[in-house]
């Protein structure tokens, strides 16, 4: 089985994903930050690994970076409702369910604010060094599923202490810091990450 290239029809835009797909009820969807791609979780094997943990999994470009055509409606970054409501779309196009999101650095807001209007679609969230956040703290309460909370160590990009925030405002979290990581965790400590990943999946 080899992770393979897509494109579908969102909101009347090309979308370019990556897939591994295994046949499972259980998904994971990868999101990118800013300053990435799909691409970046292709470096690492994201896919098959996480994949061969009994999952099918999808890592799309955001409209408007990498190989999908931009789309005023999804608007990356400065908007988490814009970026949930791409999630929602996304998976309804692909007829997926029981989704796990993972939200590296301004896609933590798209994570967050996916698990909070899609509670139905989503069951976890593992963000990491979460940036995109502030406009739904006030809501970060109301989410009572698993959420991960990885921050590394040495991340000069965003102080630790808003993760520890996050943490306090969601119940449901758990906090781990990666000693001896910045801001990347998955693409610096690719083995951390997954080992991590894997330990909070199984828990639910």
């Given amino acids: 089985m080899e992770v ?98 993972v939200g590296p650095s301004v896609s933590a807001g798209t994570a967050l604010k996916s698990i909070i209007d899609y509670p139905e679609l989503i069951n976890s969230v593992i963000i990491i060094g979460g940036l995109g956040v502030d406009h739904i703290l006030n809501e970060m309460n109301r989410i009572d599923k698993p959420v991960l909370i990885l921050w590394g160590g040495k991340d000069n990009v965003v102080p630790m202490d808003h993760g520890i925030k996050y943490h306090d405002l969601i119940p449901s979290s758990t906090f781990v810091k990666i000693d001896g990581a910045g801001h990347c965790i998955q693409l610096e400590k690719p083995d951390i990450f997954f080992n991590n990943v894997k330990k909070f999946i199984k828990n639910f």
């Fill in 4 to 101: 393979k290239e897509n494109k579908i029809c969102i909101g009347g835009k090309s979308v370019y994903y990556l897939s591994y797909e295994r046949g499972n009820m259980r998904n994971f969807i990868l999101l990118h930050d800013s300053r990435q791609t799909s691409a970046s979780w292709a470096g690492i094997d994201a896919l098959r690994k996480i994949g061969q943990w009994g999952f099918n999994v999808y890592a799309p470009d955001y409209p408007g970076f990498g190989n999908s055509e931009s789309n005023d409606s999804y608007n990356f970054g400065s908007s988490p409702s814009k970026g949930a409501s791409f999630i929602r779309d996304f998976a309804e196009k692909l007829y997926l369910s029981s989704i796990n999101i």
